[in-house]
């Protein structure tokens, strides 16, 4: 059941997009659908642990002559709860969307959680899906003890923690503040659900098996998914470049969405569908 015609205007400046929400397994899903047709691949965003569609900017939302969906994950911004302790659950969710809306030529763009999420439905051979792209994940996403046991006895300490090791020394200020806002607004149980599915979260057995077109991108500042964790996807999956953005830290589309915009602009543009 799709329910269309929603506008809203983001709290940063962006243009006003369509909105819409889908029901999927008896949750309500809401995401942002494209303006245009897609002259080429399909984008899909997917946001990391905690996060929602507004991790991701203008920029990376009107890539030209794209078609960009944006979900909030099952317990995330405006999507119906709960949230899933599995990247495989959250998997389901995103292949059941693909399916729901039809999509095709899909090229998923993941986030850190969100990343691992897009390997997981590439290792499916999912026939919807024409390529990735991997921004700020890895193959096996370790999450501290201090994060994992801080989160429901300290969740204003453990935010304050993820937020000093999150961002990249450029980040401005505001936008950094914004995040942390963001963060605490988040049901605690949510967000400790999805830092359990990171920590379980292992495919570097499986991941050269990924045979799709992938771009990975990373920041050298990330401390969260240092660059070395970017590097070794781009060596073990058969069709993978990696792009480096230097001074970036784990949130890195939104520190540097231009440069994220024009990095898979490129790529889509290497593959024929820009």
Known sequence: MLRNGWVDRHAEGLDTWDM?????????????????????????????????????PAEIQRLPNTAVYNLDLPGH?????????????????????ID???L?????????????????????????????????????LRVADAILEGIL??????????????????????????????????DPAVFQRDFLACDAFDVRAQVAQI????????????????????RLLAEQIPQATLVTLDGAGHYLPLEQPQAVAAAITQFL?????A
Do not use: C
């Open 153 to 186: 006895p300290r969740f204003a300490d453990t935010v304050d923690l993820i937020t000093r090791f999150a961002w990249g020394p450029d980040a401005p200020a505001p936008l950094v503040a914004r995040s942390r806002e963001r963060m605490l607004a988040v």
């Open 269 to 273: 543009e290497a593959a024929g569908d």
């Open 77 to 97: 911004g405006r999507s119906d709860g709960p949230g899933h302790a599995t990247i495989d659950a959250y998997a389901d969710v995103v292949a059941e969307f």
């Open 20 to 56: 819409a929400t889908i029901t999927l397994a008896n949750q309500r899903i809401f995401y942002t659908q494209p303006q245009k047709s897609a002259g080429g691949a399909t984008l899909l965003l997917v946001h990391g642990a905690g996060g929602s569609h507004l991790d991701w």
């Open 211 to 230: 045979a799709l077109p992938t771009l990975v991108i990373s920041g050298a500042e990330d401390k969260m998914t240092p660059l070395k964790h970017g």
């Open 100 to 102: 729901a809306l039809a």
């Open 104 to 140: 095709e030529r899909v090229v998923v763009v993941g986030h850190s959680m969100g990343g691992a999420i897009a390997q997981a439905l590439a290792l499916r051979r999912l026939p919807q899906l024409a390529g990735l792209v991997l921004v700020g994940t890895a193959a096996r």
